[in-house]
């Protein structure tokens, strides 16, 4: 790499640090992984920068290589998390401060518990503000199994929004 | 609201970042005048079965240490579970029966979090075997707030699930993880549950078993089963549920070793979800794969390796998204042992096409 490939890098990965260490956050939910997720994925960014900038949408790129690093360290059969079959059930006695961590708590668990390509999608989709072939070519599924792993993950969040709020996609 | 924003919301605060950009820039330009290294994906180690291929003689012939580089820790802290284990030490484990409700390790943290590794197992008498079905969950209890839960099975576990940063312990500090049968206890008879925490160790400082005498011999050469066989149905199903590329038998690839060079054949890229390399030694090594003359770096949790004399069978996915292989594009992919001589076998499965069931 050279001293001005280098600069670029050093700039794009200044400037996407924080993005990319929340969307690791949301897939793993767990800041010390999110962090050798992102480490990870920042080198190899850094093996193939000048591949990832002549991409044609590079945070997509990046973010694709973030998820397949979560995705790959997540492969084990034997490690297994079981889905809830149903969301917790939400308190209704708590304090306003309480509600609003347990529901923050809540969101994060029951994103957890969605399976992890359905997670992915998730994340990718409506976090990471991706497009659903964007989604698709980086999960390497189809763009209709994009959209019903999409839904299906909101269904399951939706009904932990605060007090039923409506919410669009960002994009 | 988007829903960016009530993601960001459950976020909170991002903490300080607790890796060095810097370092992490000089490691990449370290390994850049080494020659290019790619990643793989994850491994998976599965008993049973038995295999095709030789290979490997001629190599480096270093013996592991059969005694612990380390000082001991006695077998009464560990309940039951070795001191070394799949390339962990084992500083706590406890095994207790179902009915017993729970179970608590406390131990002090010898090496980075990042090496930790936890084994959750179910250990049933023939007479409980019929009632395998009504064996309870196990939850484990990782702070207040989290807890993950586990099938009670006799498979081992690694790697809580979510491991919150909460129970994340520095070197030197004490921890504890609880494990807790859900619901009442149950009095299955003999049935018991256990937990060992284990921290990896390197390949050269690991306590390996002693040597069998007899030698248990060559890897048996009878074919790697399918994965139907390999696997149990519930894991595959969670498997296809989630969308996993399972490897196509049907298309393996066997690797025909020359006993004095390392094992490789020419392939074709089948697609994101690339290669399933099955590979069973029948002494402790480790191997180095390429693909393309390219070195796949191993797994986050180490080298793809052999811990032991078991013959166990390893499956290794190495998907490499990085080297941007068209489906069909041909490849060569080639495994080396590292550090022994000595008998092993292999082949290559591409992960099927199947896209994930809806």
């Known amino acids: ?34 962090d050798d997720l992102v480490s990870i994925t920042i080198g190899k960014v850094y093996r193939h920068w000048r591949r990832v900038r002549a991409a044609d949408n590079v945070d997509a790129y990046v ?85 019903s792993y ?21 994009s | 609201m988007s829903y960016r924003s009530v993601f960001d919301q459950a976020i909170g605060e991002t903490p300080p970042i607790g890796f060095d950009v810097e370092a992490a820039i000089r490691r990449e330009r370290r390994r850049a005048r080494r020659g290019p290294l790619l990643t793989a994906a994850a491994v998976v180690v599965v008993a049973g079965g038995a295999a095709v291929v030789v290979g490997g003689g001629g190599l480096p012939a270093s013996v592991p240490p059969a005694q612990p580089a380390t000082p001991t820790v006695g077998p009464d802290a560990r309940g039951g579970f070795p001191e070394y284990l799949d390339g962990t030490r084992i500083v706590a484990g406890a095994m207790a029966p179902l009915s ?9 943290v010898p090496a980075p979090w990042a090496e930790f590794v936890l084994f959750v197992r179910c250990h049933w008498s023939d007479q409980t075997l019929e009632h395998r079905h009504q064996l309870p969950p196990l939850d484990l209890t990782l702070s207040p707030t989290e807890t993950a839960r586990f099938p009670c099975e006799d498979s081992t576990y690694t790697d809580p699930p979510g491991a919150p940063v909460e129970v994340r312990a520095g070197v030197g500090e004490a921890h504890t993880l609880v494990l807790a049968v859900e619901g009442s206890p149950r009095t299955l008879p003999e049935a018991r549950f256990g937990m060992a925490v284990g921290f990896r160790v390197p390949f050269d400082e690991y306590g390996f078993p002693p040597r069998p005498d007899p030698d248990r011999g060559t890897p048996a050469l009878v074919g790697i089963p399918p994965l139907e066989e390999r696997l149990d149905a519930e894991t595959l199903a969670e498997m296809r549920e989630a969308g996993v590329p399972l490897p196509d038998s049907d298309a393996r690839t ?33 191997f180095e794969v390429r693909i393309d003359g390219a070195v796949v770096e191993p797994t986050r949790r180490g080298p793809v390796a052999v811990w032991d ?36 076998i292999a082949a290559l499965e591409p992960a099927a096409a199947e896209p994930p069931r809806e």
């Open chain 2, 100 to 108: 017993g409700g729970s179970i608590t390790l406390e131990f002090t």
């Open chain 2, 309 to 344: 004399y078991e013959q166990t069978l390893g499956w290794y996915e190495f998907t490499v998204p990085e080297l941007d292989l068209a489906p069909g594009q041909p490849v060569e992919i080639e495994v080396v042992p590292t550090v022994l001589a000595g008998e092993w």
């Open chain 1, 63 to 147: 973010r694709g290589v973030l998820t397949h690093a979560w995705l790959d360290e997540r492969r084990r059969p034997w490690r297994r998390e079981e889905p809830a079959a149903e969301p917790p059930e939400r308190g209704t006695t708590a304090a306003p401060g309480a509600a609003a961590v347990a529901e923050r708590l809540d969101l994060l668990t029951l994103l957890a518990r969605l399976p992890r390509r359905q997670r992915a999608v998730v994340v990718l989709r409506f976090y990471c503000d991706l497009s659903v072939d964007a989604t698709a070519e980086i999960l390497g599924i189809s763009a209709g199994t994009v959209k």
């Open chain 2, 254 to 286: 066997v690797l025909h070793a020359d006993p004095s060079r390392p094992m490789r054949a020419e392939v074709t890229w089948p697609g994101p979800g690339g290669y399933h390399l099955l590979l069973r030694a029948d002494r402790p090594n480790l």
């Open chain 1, 150 to 170: 999409g839904a299906r993950g909101l269904a399951s969040l939706r009904l932990l929004m605060p007090h039923n709020e409506t919410v669009g996609e960002s």
């Open chain 1, 1 to 34: 790499m050279t001293p001005a490939d280098e600069r670029e890098y050093r700039d794009f990965v200044a400037a996407r640090l924080e993005p990319l260490r929340r969307a690791a956050y949301l897939l793993c939910r767990d800041w010390h992984t999110a």
